[in-house]
């Protein structure tokens, strides 16, 4: 920012709008300030089930994986995806609570793994 005002500037990092999963995204503070955003978990700047995302400021800051989409359980802060069974107990998967839009555990109805019932009554991944 400049003042108050923003301003825009050119990436600092690569990014090939063909291929946005493999986008860089500048991160404060570290030798290399160029980090590709999905690999962020794997270089040791973020957690497992956690990417780069970009704060208003235009630099990467660890928060949960968007595709598929990752959610935090407040009980231990963890990202995990939805519709897995994440930190739930056999039998249950993990998901947003429609009501509260709260995450939660609940049944897994399908019989297979990874798999969730829609409004219509069938199962889909």
Same mark, same amino acid.
């Given at each position: 920012?400049? =003042?108050? *005002?923003?301003?825009? *500037?050119? !990436?600092?990092?690569?990014?090939?709008?063909?291929?946005?999963? #493999?986008?860089?995204?500048?991160? !404060? @503070?570290?030798?290399?300030?160029? *980090?590709?955003?999905?690999?962020?978990? %794997? @270089?040791?700047?973020?957690? $497992? /089930?956690?990417? #780069?995302?970009? @704060?208003?400021?235009? +630099? =990467?800051?660890?928060?949960?994986?968007?595709?598929?989409? $990752?959610?935090?359980?407040? @009980?231990? /802060?963890?990202?995990?995806?939805?519709?897995? %069974? =994440?930190?739930?107990? #056999?039998?249950? $998967? +993990?998901?947003?609570?429609?009501?509260? #839009?709260?995450?939660?555990? !609940?049944?897994?109805?399908?019989? %297979?793994?990874?798999?969730?019932?829609?409004?219509?009554? *069938?199962?889909?991944?």
């Amino acid at each position: 920012t400049s =003042g108050d *005002k923003a301003v825009c *500037k050119l !990436r600092t990092c690569p990014c090939d709008p063909a291929y946005p999963e #493999l986008c860089e995204v500048e991160v !404060r @503070d570290q030798d290399c300030k160029c *980090k590709v955003a999905l690999a962020a978990a %794997q @270089d040791g700047l973020c957690e $497992h /089930g956690e990417q #780069l995302l970009l @704060d208003p400021y235009g +630099f =990467g800051v660890c928060g949960c994986i968007t595709s598929p989409p $990752h959610v935090t359980w407040p @009980d231990d /802060g963890v990202c995990y995806p939805l519709y897995s %069974q =994440g930190p739930c107990d #056999l039998g249950y $998967h +993990f998901s947003v609570s429609p009501s509260t #839009l709260e995450p939660s555990c !609940r049944p897994a109805i399908c019989a %297979q793994k990874n798999m969730v019932m829609w409004q219509d009554g *069938k199962c889909y991944p």
